[in-house]
């Protein structure tokens, strides 16, 4: 069963720093594009971050996000700094994205999601 599994979400204060983590079960997603979405509430899901051989960002988070990978662990990170209370939602894993237009993507599977809260 193919699976991904988010952890890192927290409470934090503006201005601090989390550190998402992903890892991927059941195949190797190493040649995959992978990604990390999120939720606000009474929002869409929107795009945050993709890396496959390089790393694109959301203009929202250019600058305090910084997306990785490992590859032998079969996981991808999110490192975001300076953090607002408008990046508070849930944050979602996501893998075999195919992109479909500017900033938009298509998911072959998606995490279950870790919320992230912003306190001002």
């Known amino acids: 069963q193919v699976q991904l599994v988010e952890s890192g979400g927290g409470l934090v204060q503006a201005g601090g720093s989390l550190r998402l983590s992903c890892t991927a079960s059941?195949?190797?997603?190493?040649?995959?594009?992978m990604g990390w979405f999120r939720q606000a509430p009474g929002k869409e899901r929107e795009f945050v971050a993709a890396?496959?051989?390089?790393?694109v960002y959301a203009d929202s988070v250019k600058g305090r996000f910084t997306i990785s990978r490992d590859k032998a662990k079969n996981s991808v990170y999110l490192q975001m700094n300076s953090l607002k209370s408008e990046d508070t939602a849930v944050y979602y894993c996501?893998?075999?994205?195919?992109?479909?237009?500017?900033?938009?993507?298509?998911?072959?599977?998606w995490g279950q999601g870790t919320l992230v809260t912003v306190s001002s």
């Open positions: 996501a893998a075999d994205l195919i992109e479909s237009g500017n900033y938009e993507y298509t998911v072959g599977v």
């Open positions: 059941g195949r190797t997603f190493s040649y995959s594009r």
């Open positions: 890396i496959k051989w390089g790393e």
